[in-house]
């Protein structure tokens, strides 16, 4: 595999940004090389600066539901362009987004567009802050929720502990105000509940964890969580940055029927541009400013371009259909890598549901965060260098998810599938 020019603008970016990126993953660091630059990408593939081509398992972590390049997304944003780019004032395409998402999503009254994943958690976390005047946080171990300051945290293993931030410049006061507990536990859930009455404004989870692992939830623990933030007058807050429009147009909450008190948006909503969004009922969202004094606001928020890549992008998910085939085409590819994992037993598992799947490196089923053998990630380090020779591009950390695309035929698939299958032969054997 050819690298130079990968390894030339590598070294350039080194001198411009820390790490040489614009966002930590990506600078290769619990893999094996050095970041790939990409250079283009049609349907599921990329190719990089050197001309090495690939099926894309990453999809720009989530976005491209329809693999890159989607003819119909990118002729609407062209033709949306010529219309300028921003102009700081409402647009009928906001309300166009905007009713495409309510209309088919039963949970959401309004919503409220942002520009990343992140945003759309911080204004949520805000907003039930607003609505129950309380000031605590459950998340979950294992879950991430973007750069949110009092969201960088982590717990040890073990019991309820309140948050230690795992970044700096995370103030003492706001990693305190968050409870860490382990996914699954509801024992550690009622605990916080004793622990701190009146005091939770909400618990944020994402229904199904993907960005640690993936770690499928039992809809009792859901369901659970929605009881019991109902009884203790705490919101219910599902993440679902990466499980919207995912797991089927209405997310993880229409996949389980548990409707959440607020929900946010990400990735796959702005068709590959930046759009987040967070929606809830008419009663609390009326707390966001200028109706209340929730504030919130965003000089490229529903941003014409990202909106008009969203509505392209959103109506495609919409027609018939569409969810099974994606999923049809999940379930194929993981049968093939699990039926060659069982047959030469190795220690490993391809966990999946919807389009996301993981290569989980245990055949013991990862219930929590402290379940992941982090043994499995230097493994993978390996596999993903001897898959980029394959021609196989996953996202550089053993944490992190795949996504399979609408663009995705069955040919790539099984091409992908064996080389999958032949990597893991190489990994076992040494
Ligand atoms: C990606 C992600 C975020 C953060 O979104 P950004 O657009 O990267 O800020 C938040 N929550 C979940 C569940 C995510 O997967």
Redesign the pocket.
């Known amino acids: 595999m050819k690298l130079e020019k990968s390894l030339e603008l590598y070294s350039e970016s080194s001198s411009l940004f820390p790490g040489g990126v614009s966002s930590p993953v990506r600078a290769f660091k619990s893999v094996e090389g050095s970041p790939l630059f990409i250079k283009k990408g049609d349907g599921y593939k990329i190719w990089d600066e050197d001309g090495n081509e690939f099926i894309d398992f990453c999809c720009s972590?989530g976005p491209l539901i329809h693999g890159h390049n989607a003819p119909f997304v990118t002729e609407s944003v062209s033709k949306a362009i010529q219309n300028g780019m921003s102009f700081g004032a409402p647009s009928r395409l906001e309300n166009e987004l905007g009713k495409l998402i309510i209309q088919n999503i039963d949970h959401i009254d309004k919503i409220r567009f942002v520009s990343?994943?992140?945003?759309a958690?911080m204004s949520a976390l805000r907003l039930a802050r607003g609505h129950t005047k309380r000031d605590k946080v459950i998340k979950f171990e294992g879950c991430?929720?973007?750069?949110v300051d009092s969201m960088l945290v982590n717990a040890g293993s073990g019991l309820a502990t309140f948050g230690i931030s795992s970044s700096g410049g995370v103030p003492k006061s706001f990693a305190e105000s968050t409870i860490v507990l382990p996914l699954n536990d509801k024992k550690a859930v009622m605990t916080a509940f004793e622990k701190h009455p009146n005091e939770i404004s909400s618990i944020i989870i994402?229904p199904v964890p993907?960005?640690n692992g993936l770690i499928i939830q039992q809809k009792e623990f859901l369901l659970f969580l929605k009881e019991i933030s109902e009884k203790n007058g705490s919101l219910l807050i599902f993440?679902e940055?990466?499980s919207g429009f995912r797991l089927g147009f209405g997310g993880a909450a229409n996949h389980y029927g548990i409707n959440p008190d607020i929900v946010?948006y990400?990735?796959i909503i702005g068709g590959g541009l930046p759009v987040?969004a967070y929606g809830s009922s008419n009663k609390i969202m009326s707390e966001i400013s200028p109706d209340g004094n929730v504030y919130q606001a965003g000089t490229l928020s529903g941003n014409p371009i990202a909106m008009t890549a969203g509505i392209a992008q959103l109506k495609k998910c919409l027609t018939q259909g569409f969810y099974d085939v994606l999923q049809n085409k999940t379930i194929d590819f993981s049968n093939t890598i699990n039926n060659h994992i069982t047959k030469h037993n190795y220690n490993a598992n391809v966990v999946f549901i919807g389009s996301i799947f993981w290569l989980s490196f245990s055949k013991d089923k990862i219930k929590c965060a402290s379940d992941i053998d982090s043994k499995g990630m230097s493994i993978f380090g390996k596999l993903h260098q001897i898959l980029l020779k394959k021609g196989i591009y996953f996202g550089p950390s053993g944490y992190e998810v795949g996504f399979i695309s609408a663009a995705h035929d069955n040919a790539a698939l099984s091409k992908a599938a064996n080389e999958i299958c032949s990597a893991l032969d190489e990994v076992f054997s040494s």
């Open positions: 972590w990343s994943g992140t945003e958690v991430y929720h973007g750069h994402e993907a960005n993440d940055v990466i946010t990400g990735k987040g």
